[in-house]
């Protein structure tokens, strides 16, 4: 007792209890005195292991304490930019100033019908499976105020966001119709599937139109956007743009080769759009490949765009 031990006894067994440690109980002293020597061994290895341990762990939180350290210098806040309602379908703003939308997927074909199309707008689609509902936004029905600019790079859109991209066609045809004839509902005792519709009456056709796309970077908003559509209508509002055609590179290469040749042109630009840079270093590729078709793409040419071009006096009079 003197030396904080004594005899307990646990359902019917005696043991030795030692400073909160017990060990079987055993009168020879010889034998008691092993048992006591071994445990005491066993929690001096236990003391090392966690010494060790420890030690591990120090030098484990000083390296992260220097990683976060060095992050905490390297990062800057990203602020959530918030988009336009449009952002999330296919879309571009056409030379004639007209917004056009289309579908990505059978959802938001769906969408674009049932909840964004009114009676002043145009509805186009191709004569390809798997192609999209496009809608161009605030027409004059008075077909000689059509923006006929417009119209015809709404049809360009339309056949080269279809499956014609991904099968590597170089030309298909499309059609518009007023948005009286696009019928929500299927014919008594007949199915139509999920972003499908009716489509009644005259339709209006663009013949043979090109399968190509412009991607390029503009501002919205007074923010930084990626716009993909026509080229005619990229080139304008762009700062600079890359002409695409099916074919060549999947999406995920096609996208880090679109990030290497803006960076690539817009390196020595005006002061206007210096923190550029910054946003194309920032923007993810997963972003760009949803901007671009379905499918293989490849770039012909990199061009400055008409915004750029302004800012740098380049466009004549």
Same mark, same amino acid.
């Given at each position: 007792?003197?030396?904080?031990?004594?005899?307990?006894?646990?359902?019917?067994?005696?043991?030795?209890?030692?400073?909160?440690?017990?060990?079987?109980?055993?009168?020879?002293?010889?034998?008691?005195?092993?048992?006591?020597?071994?445990?005491?061994?066993?929690?001096?290895?236990?003391?090392?292991?966690?010494?060790?341990?420890?030690?591990?762990?120090?030098?484990?939180?000083?390296?992260?304490?220097?990683?976060?350290?060095?992050?905490?210098?390297?990062?800057?806040?990203?602020?959530?930019?918030?988009?336009?309602?449009?952002?999330?379908?296919? +879309?571009?703003?056409?030379?004639?100033?007209?917004?056009?939308?289309?579908?990505?997927?059978?959802?938001?074909?769906?969408?674009?019908?049932?909840?964004?199309?009114?009676?002043?707008?145009?509805?186009?689609?191709?004569?390809?499976?798997?192609?999209?509902?496009?809608?161009?936004?605030?027409?004059?029905?008075?077909?000689?105020?059509?923006?006929?600019?417009?119209?015809?790079?709404?049809?360009?859109?339309?056949?080269?966001?279809?499956?014609? +991209?991904?099968?590597?066609?170089?030309?298909?045809?499309?059609? +518009?119709?007023?948005?009286?004839?696009?019928?929500?509902?299927?014919?008594?005792?007949?199915?139509?599937?999920?972003?499908?519709?009716?489509?009644?009456?005259?339709?209006?056709?663009?013949?043979?139109?090109?399968?190509?796309?412009?991607?390029?970077?503009?501002?919205?908003?007074?923010?930084?956007?990626?716009?993909?559509?026509?080229?005619?209508?990229?080139?304008?509002?762009?700062?600079?743009?890359?002409?695409?055609?099916?074919?060549?590179?999947?999406?995920?290469?096609?996208?880090?080769?679109?990030?290497?040749?803006?960076?690539?042109?817009?390196?020595?630009?005006?002061?206007?759009?210096?923190?550029?840079?910054?946003?194309?270093?920032?923007?993810?590729?997963?972003?760009?490949?949803?901007?671009?078709?379905?499918?293989?793409?490849?770039?012909?040419?990199?061009?400055?765009?008409?915004?750029?071009?302004?800012?740098?006096?380049?466009?004549?009079?």
């Amino acid at each position: 007792e003197k030396n904080s031990s004594k005899i307990v006894t646990i359902e019917g067994r005696k043991f030795l209890e030692v400073v909160d440690e017990s060990i079987p109980f055993d009168p020879r002293l010889p034998r008691i005195s092993s048992l006591l020597f071994d445990r005491a061994k066993e929690l001096e290895r236990g003391c090392e292991s966690i010494k060790n341990a420890k030690s591990r762990l120090v030098e484990q939180m000083k390296d992260l304490r220097r990683k976060a350290d060095l992050l905490q210098k390297k990062a800057a806040v990203k602020l959530q930019v918030e988009k336009e309602w449009f952002e999330r379908y296919r +879309w571009f703003v056409g030379s004639d100033g007209h917004l056009c939308i289309g579908g990505r997927d059978a959802s938001s074909n769906s969408a674009i019908i049932r909840k964004h199309l009114t009676d002043q707008d145009l509805v186009f689609h191709a004569e390809v499976h798997g192609s999209p509902f496009f809608v161009v936004k605030n027409v004059p029905s008075n077909g000689a105020e059509q923006p006929k600019t417009s119209l015809s790079e709404a049809a360009q859109a339309t056949v080269s966001f279809s499956r014609a +991209w991904k099968d590597g066609l170089s030309v298909a045809d499309a059609y +518009w119709v007023l948005p009286n004839q696009v019928k929500k509902g299927a014919p008594t005792g007949q199915f139509l599937p999920k972003g499908s519709f009716v489509i009644q009456g005259k339709r209006n056709y663009v013949k043979g139109v090109e399968i190509r796309l412009a991607l390029g970077i503009i501002i919205l908003e007074k923010k930084y956007a990626l716009m993909c559509g026509p080229q005619e209508a990229v080139k304008k509002k762009s700062i600079a743009y890359c002409v695409l055609l099916p074919g060549g590179n999947d999406p995920t290469n096609m996208a880090k080769k679109f990030k290497q040749e803006m960076v690539r042109v817009c390196t020595d630009i005006s002061e206007e759009f210096k923190d550029l840079l910054e946003y194309l270093k920032a923007i993810s590729i997963d972003e760009i490949v949803k901007t671009i078709p379905h499918g293989q793409s490849k770039i012909l040419i990199t061009k400055k765009g008409d915004l750029l071009a302004r800012s740098l006096g380049e466009l004549q009079s």
